[in-house]
């Protein structure tokens, strides 16, 4: 027998032993988290109800909050595979297919642990009964992960119930600070496209949380969608132009929302410009003349500027070529066109768009008790935001993922989509993570990281298929 067969055959036994391994070793939370990811919601919460078994307190809340997710994700798949059932309940108000709809819930229910039901009025569609909600709250109050699961539970809301914004003022109600914010007046803009939406007695809420809105997202494309009138009494008319009949008035400082835009602009006297169809937030509609709108000014809580002793401050301003900013390197040769830039105003905004890898790169000095803010946001796949890797490897890095920071491993749940300010603090090697000035989480450790191994600042770095977009990045 050659020596070549016998390794041949040691090799086989060793990738064979690998594989029975793995196939028999217990589920982990993390592949339950890849089973929603990869929308397998079924097979995700049979491991998660089997950890919820043996897990202990710290764990179980982690759990419970996946549980929430898969069971979310799990309700959505139903819904779709029952659509047909549903519509016709909800036509004929059939009450054999609905006993039976509600009979293979209950099957479903017990094969699975979590509380399906189905409701049938005024719109017909499965959802959860409240029980692991409940479970979880009671056991965790104040838990990281309740506004998260609130969301996702306004959003399938929002999703059955399209033609009203109440449930959207509630949550808003509740959580005011929300990381959220730019969904929830997404959420807002869409259903007012709604002629009978009812915005009576939601006036002040609406216009808190444009304000809010205004003050963070102001280079947003919605922005540009929100006024103030800037006018004493001002006609709102039934169609574009002078001619219309006036069907409301707007008070002077009144928010309005932009619905449409004339094609052309008008000369009215000595002024050129569009006319709006718009919707006030006390819920009066018609068409204004734009020389009565202006802008909503952002309102800053500080007026004290924190500009100063920031070493690195960088906006992108300056470009080499198209792909690559000034002072900035490429982290992958051959894959410079994943970086690009768009202007908005004065902005640049730094684009990455990758479908293999990409990344930026600029050598510094090392940072000792650092801070570094960057404002970005994720448009698909796992994208490093930033890093900052000093002499010895350690690195403080931020990675968003889909609803998920990352900081060296720590995971918080957020709304990576939407822009915001980045916050690291290092004390030694431990960090405090700051999220649009608000403290996150601390004491989370540095750590040596695969792909930023030489010191120096890294954006936008992603190993696979990625969007992402920055604003600026600034450390001291």
Known sequence: MSKKFIALVVIGVIIAGVIIYRAMAPATIDNAIEYIDSGNYKKALKVLNTLAKTSGYEDGERIYYYRLKA?????????????????????????????????????????????????????????????????????????????????????????????????????????????????????????????????????????????NFCNKYHTSAEYYRLFRCKGENVNLRDSAGTHGQIT??????????????????????????????????????????????????????????????????????????????????????????????????????????????????KKTGSFQNMVCKVKGRLLGGNVILAGVVGYGGLAAVITLLPEEVDVCGYKIPYATTQWHEYELRSEGKTLSLFIDGELVAR???TKKHDLLKSSGIYILVCNGKAQAEIEYIRIK
């Open 71 to 211: 069971l979310l994700g799990f309700i959505n798949e139903l819904n779709e595979d029952y659509a047909d059932e549903c519509k016709e309940i909800q036509k004929t108000k059939n009450k054999k297919i609905e006993s039976k709809l509600k009979a293979k819930l209950e099957e479903i229910n017990k094969k699975t642990e979590v509380d399906l039901i189905l409701v049938t009025d005024p719109e017909c569609y499965i959802s959860m009964g409240g029980t692991l909600y409940d479970e979880f709250v009671s056991l965790y109050p104040g838990s990281r992960y309740i506004e998260s699961i609130d969301f996702d539970m306004l959003q399938f809301i929002m999703s059955k119930h399209p033609g009203t914004i109440n449930p959207v003022i509630e949550f808003y109600k509740r959580y005011p600070e929300t990381t959220y914010l730019s969904s929830l007046v997404n959420m807002v803009l869409k259903a007012l496209g709604n002629p009978k939406i009812e915005l009576k007695g939601h006036a002040e809420k609406l216009t808190e949380m444009i304000q």
């Open 248 to 361: 409301g008035k707007l008070n002077k400082g009144e928010f309005v929302i932009q619905l449409e835009r004339s094609m052309d602009s008008v000369q009215i006297g000595d002024v050129r410009d569009y006319w709006y169809r718009v919707v006030s937030v006390s819920g009066s509609r018609g068409w204004v003349f734009g020389k009565f709108l202006e802008r909503i000014e952002p309102m800053t809580k500080n007026l004290v500027s924190e500009d100063e002793g920031f070493t690195i401050d960088e906006h992108f301003s300056e470009w080499i070529d198209s792909h690559t900013p000034k002072g900035w390197q490429h982290m992958y040769p051959g894959f410079e066109e994943a970086i690009s830039f768009t202007k908005l105003k004065d902005i640049h905004i730094v684009k990455l768009d990758s479908g293999e890898k990409g990344g930026l790169y």
């Open 443 to 445: 004491k989370i450790n």
